[in-house]
């Protein structure tokens, strides 16, 4: 069973920037890819950022790229997501996730396990 545990979330204002980290225990991370995906109030939770297990290969949402930055260290059993140029509409709580295989995904049903979430509130 692998436990995820989320922190870094916090306010902010727009333009700023947040660092989010995910610690792992359990399992073998660095067999696990991991994903950040995020929900805000009234909708669906939506994809974020995806790497796959040795951190060579990441894919992102339209809606970030260029902005975030999900990275790994397998020596650590963490993930951490790079936040910066934050908008308003970024804003929702963030959920680190993993998987039992090496290859990254943005689908929400590939992940096995999942974090209880950390708050990112963007506002002036």
């Known amino acids: 069973q692998v436990q995820l545990v989320e922190s870094g979330g916090g306010l902010v204002q727009p333009g700023g920037s947040l660092r989010l980290s995910c610690a792992a225990s359990?399992?073998?991370?660095?067999?696990?890819?991991m994903g950040w995906f995020r929900q805000a109030p009234g909708k669906e939770r939506e994809f974020v950022a995806t790497?796959?297990?040795?951190?060579?290969?990441?894919f992102y949402a339209d809606s970030v790229k260029g902005r975030f930055t999900i990275s790994r260290d397998n020596a650590k059993n963490a993930v951490y997501l790079q936040m910066n140029s934050l908008k308003p509409e970024d804003t929702a709580v963030y959920y680190c996730?993993?998987?039992?295989?090496?290859?990254?995904?943005?689908?929400?049903?590939?992940?096995?396990?999942w974090g209880q979430g950390t708050q990112v509130t963007v506002s002036s």
């Open positions: 996730a993993s998987k039992r295989d090496i290859y990254y995904s943005r689908y929400y049903s590939s992940y096995d396990y």
């Open positions: 359990g399992g073998t991370f660095s067999r696990y890819a």
């Open positions: 790497i796959n297990s040795n951190g060579g290969r990441t």
